[in-house]
């Protein structure tokens, strides 16, 4: 178990000074979230499929999908509507719900399982930990809006086939095949923190303390795995799982000490803030996460760090660069939103600030984005959306 004394050490030591910088105005974070949310409920089919990717300037459309960033979609409407229930929010939720389960979630691998597979049913091609972690936690934000809508016992059996790809330390398989099993040689950072995320909101459906040890098992795994680097990657989604899992920390069978999770979390925070750029030079870029401008890095680095702000211990100089750091990145992302046309509310893939020969906007821009509009929107203590109806 790490001291406490040992994390505020870190949590100090961790922080960076920032410029003086105004705070993004909350009218200009609503009408962004409105906008963002606009954009996703009308870019969702009536058979509830997104469109996935799209050129703003030819109007061309992508014949790619990814159910990964699909499920993700669904978790940022599920965001929204827990601050603001809207009919709009709740109709998308549904029908994104019902093409995720009929194209996607099919049988596990043994009986009693289910899985969410990368290519559409009924080719078995591979079932994936973040697709069925995150396909979870969506099919239940979809539940939340209308219980009748997912079923306890299907829910239940994703989670099983989570169990079923975690090892006995806390590690997960990221893919399996039917034909050939696990695969051992490729990984994804985010896999395993969206795996704990969906393992942690099953557990505050149905209350069963496997499917939260099994969450914590895996935090730990992440957090003992890093405990002696001075660099780790940039793990937004283990932050998001560890603000999730603290309140039950002292529940389960498996409960890792809190200051094992503080530390990990604090190493991550560490390597988001490093990544933001302090650009005197080129003010377009200032506050970005990524020295390009793109817009998911950026995105989800302000997730894991707001994230991390509704557990780290108060008063410390780190939050203060959190909050700040925050700010600038919410900034960036306001300048980056398309505000009017047939795309308003969506995100390109970097800040555009030269003429473009295109301008790809693709959902999980749009839904992080969305997702740290409406954390940063929390922390500022504004809960309430205002929705326009005019997109613009």
């Not at 009919?87 to 194209?103: E, F, G």
């Amino acid at each position: 178990m790490l001291p406490i004394v040992a994390v505020m050490l870190i949590l100090c030591a961790s922080a960076s000074a920032q410029r003086p910088f105004a705070n993004p105005s909350l009218k200009r974070v609503d009408r962004a979230i409105s906008r963002s949310a606009g954009y996703l409920e009308r870019i969702c089919s009536p058979e509830g499929e997104f469109i996935y990717e799209v050129d703003a300037l030819s109007g061309k459309e992508s014949d790619s999908y990814n159910i990964v960033r699909h499920a993700g979609a669904m978790y940022s409407l599920g965001m929204l509507r827990g601050v603001h229930n809207n009919s709009q929010v709740n109709a998308a939720l549904a029908r994104s719900a019902t093409y995720l389960r009929k194209n996607y979630v099919g049988p596990g691998i043994l009986p009693g399982q289910l899985a969410v597979w990368s290519k559409p049913l009924p080719l078995l091609s591979t079932a994936e930990l973040g697709a069925t972690g995150l396909g979870l936690v969506a099919l239940i934000e979809a539940r939340r809006a209308s219980p009748r809508s997912v079923s306890l016992y299907d829910l239940q059996r994703l989670g099983r086939f989570l169990l079923f790809l975690q090892r006995e330390d806390g590690s997960f398989i990221h893919q399996y095949r039917p034909d050939t099993g696990p695969r051992s040689d490729w990984q994804s950072l985010y896999y395993p923190g969206e795996a704990a995320l969906g393992l942690i909101s099953l557990y505050e459906v149905d209350h069963s303390h496997v499917w939260l040890a099994a969450a914590g098992k895996a935090l730990s795994y992440l957090a003992e795995s890093r405990a002696g680097s001075y660099e780790v990657p940039p793990d937004h989604w283990a932050l998001i799982a560890t603000a999730k899992f603290l309140p039950y920390c002292a529940n389960g069978e498996y409960a890792p000490s809190r200051g094992k999770l503080l530390y990990h979390a604090v190493q991550i925070t560490r390597a988001l803030l490093k990544a933001q750029q302090n650009r005197t030079d080129d003010p377009a870029l200032d506050g970005a996460f990524d020295p390009n401008g793109r817009i998911a890095p950026t995105a989800t680095c302000i997730e894991g760090l707001l994230a991390a702000l509704s557990f780290l211990p108060k008063d410390t100089e780190l939050r203060a660069t959190i909050e700040a750091s925050a700010a600038r990145g919410v900034e960036f992302l306001l300048q980056a939103q398309i505000t009017s046309g047939p795309y308003a509310g969506g995100m390109p893939r970097a800040y555009i600030y030269s003429t473009p020969s295109k301008i790809p906007i693709r959902i999980d821009y749009v839904q992080h984005s969305l997702s740290a509009w409406i954390q940063y929107q929390k922390v500022a203590g504004h809960r309430k959306i205002r929705r326009t109806t005019s997109p613009s």
